[in-house]
Nanobody, 129 residues
Framework: FVNLEESGGGSVQAGGSLTLSCTIS????????MAWFRQAPGKEREGVAG???????SYLNAVKGRFTISKENASNRLSLQMNGLQLEDTAMYYC???????????????????????WGQGTQVTVSS
């Protein structure tokens, strides 16, 4: 049984920083793409950043240079360091994982909910002016 649990969301002023964490349990597949998605009210869920088992990363253009995705293999934790937060970063953030060996980090961008097998429940990030 694979479980993903996000934490670290909250409220922050524009320009501030937050670090999201996703604790992953029960994931025994040898390969992965793990990713952060976000969904703002009235908008589609979008892939923000992805990392695969070869260490490749991919980022949504809107967050490049501000967000950093990382995975700690020892603790099986996925993180998203978010700096320079902007009002438009306000959303529910979800972590996701998929064991398909054909997937790469770049497939996070433009991916839909159906493209990833495992999902967390989400953590809210609110950026205010």
């Amino acid at each position: 049984f694979v479980n993903l649990e996000e934490s670290g969301g909250g409220s922050v002023q524009a320009g501030g920083s937050l670090t999201l964490s996703c604790t992953i349990s029960g994931y025994t597949y040898p390969q992965y793409v793990m990713a952060w998605f976000r969904q703002a009210p009235g908008k589609e869920r979008e892939g923000v950043a992805g990392i695969d088992s070869l260490g490749r990363t991919s980022y949504l253009n809107a967050v490049k240079g501000r967000f950093t995705i990382s995975k700690e293999n020892a603790s099986n934790r996925l993180s998203l360091q978010m700096n320079g937060l902007q009002l438009e970063d306000t959303a529910m953030y979800y972590c996701a994982a998929d064991p398909d060996p054909a997937m790469r980090a770049e497939h996070t961008l433009g991916a839909s909910r159906d493209d990833f097998q495992f999902w967390g429940q989400g953590t809210q990030v609110t950026v205010s002016s």
